[in-house]
């Protein structure tokens, strides 16, 4: 991994950019190799592989003012604009599939020629979607899925399962194997976050390693930060003996961190994070809240999402299991998703702890 961070930063130095050539997803180890972490900031001098893009591409991300969902789009207009293509990026007012469906509904009377959407509801998208599709539209999900009927292809940052059992194993290594965990999730209604928690439960029921572990509580921080202070905050009153909180969500993770570090607090966190956000709170022994998170690179996922567009739009690829397509990011294939339909998977988790938490936080 440091290998790879060291050419990344080299290749950066080299051509003044991180975004194209410096990495590859096909080369991720299984462990987690940050799948072309290395690629840090957009570019737009790439050269466009034969086949471009000369559409409009957009992307619908879930909510403004997440650092998270701002890089994702900063990955996705750079590929796209990398590719020749034009991209349009368009947050909803709030993070709610209302206020998606209202972009949605201006983005299909716009004619764009692809919709890349990260879903605040699996279902209630579906026939906005269907309409987008009806009119020509190539329609995908990215991060957060929408249902299969709705979309050709989900762009996911990593296998469901993967990340139900980094984090539950989490939980059982940092409380030591028994005792109180809660989970801070994002909104109640969020595919991605509640696909993850079903998994965590999942594993908890099917193996008795898991017995001495208590679930008390989901609580919802709606992604937003003070939302999910406070939501910490409560989970600490109602819950003398909580050992542990796991937060799935970048911006959950980062409010339960600070409260937890700034109230000397004994209950420990982990979760998914940018690194770039959690590295204070990130530390071994009691004056740091967070031992270890996981994460993926939100730029390279935002680009597979542009990338997976262009591929339906240019007619490379359909959406049906066994479609392969080669971008910057390197060679995929359409899989079969746990849902029915299909999806892209960009790599595997990445383990951010101390020992390398400096090196990744000046990255995402
Ligand atoms: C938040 C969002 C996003 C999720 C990350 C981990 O920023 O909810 O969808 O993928 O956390």
Known sequence: ????????????????TLFVGCGSSADTEATGDAASTENTEASTDAEAPAGGASGTYALVPKSAGNPFNEKEADGFKAAVEAMGGTAVVQYPESATADAQITVIESLISQGVDSICVAANDENALQSVLEEAMDAGIKVCSVDSSVNKDSRAVHCNQAGVDEIGLALID??????????????????????????????????????????????????YGDDESQKSTDQTQALLQKYPDLKVICSPTTVGIAAAAKVLQDQGSSVKLTGLGLPSEMAAYIGDGDDFSCPYMFLWNPIDLGALGAYTSIALVNGEITGAEGDTFSCELGDYTVVAAGDGGTEIILGAPFKFEPSNIDEWKVVY
């Not at 059982?172 to 976050?193: E, H, K, V």
């Open 1 to 16: 991994m440091k290998k790879k961070l060291l050419s990344g930063l080299l290749c950066a130095a080299m051509v003044g």
């Open 170 to 219: 989490a939980v059982y290594d940092i409380s030591g194997g028994s005792g109180q965990f809660a989970i801070l999730s994002a909104t109640s209604q969020a595919t991605n976050q509640n696909a993850w928690i079903d998994s965590m439960k999942s594993f908890m029921e099917s193996d008795s390693k898991y017995a001495d572990l208590e679930l008390v509580e989901v609580a």
